[in-house]
């Protein structure tokens, strides 16, 4: 293993957005347990240290690897497409207005039934979006295509959050 190896590579993956989750955890598990400080106790502080940067380096690729949009980010950064989402927020004018029915749909709901509702719209989008996503990144490689589609899906899980806060504060 080395520090500079792509998240990809130091996890033995293929560089694809299509992920098995259950074998990334399985392979975060390993990882750890060939890192784990606890193992070079023995070595010192120098030891001790270099063991603690790879245990770090190791979270890090799995928190990255096992969220979908972050991965498919990383992936995006990794084919020289950057997301840059504070930055760069232009959308497609559909998206745009469909951001905003939503807002104003969870503005406007009185009960529970309508905000419910509107999460099976926005979950059902999320999850359309995330198979385009798959698309764009493993069959046609279309990194710009990709990276526009991360900065959509970010809007859409801020507004996800909301409409979860929204569940919540009802269901009190």
Known sequence: MQLDSDDFQLFGLPRRFAQDRAHIDAQWKALQAEVHPDRFAGEGAAGQRRAMQWS??????HARLKDPLARAAYLCE??????????NTAM???FLMQQMQWREALDDAAGLAEVEALHDEVTAFRRAALDELA??????EDWSA???QVRALMF???FAHDVDRRVQALEE
């Open 56 to 61: 770090v380096r190791v979270n890090e690729a």
């Open 78 to 87: 990794l084919h020289g497409a950057r997301i840059e989402a504070e930055s």
């Open 92 to 94: 497609p004018a559909g």
């Open 135 to 140: 698309r764009a990144c493993d069959e046609r």
């Open 146 to 148: 990709a990276a526009e």
């Open 156 to 158: 859409v899980e801020r």
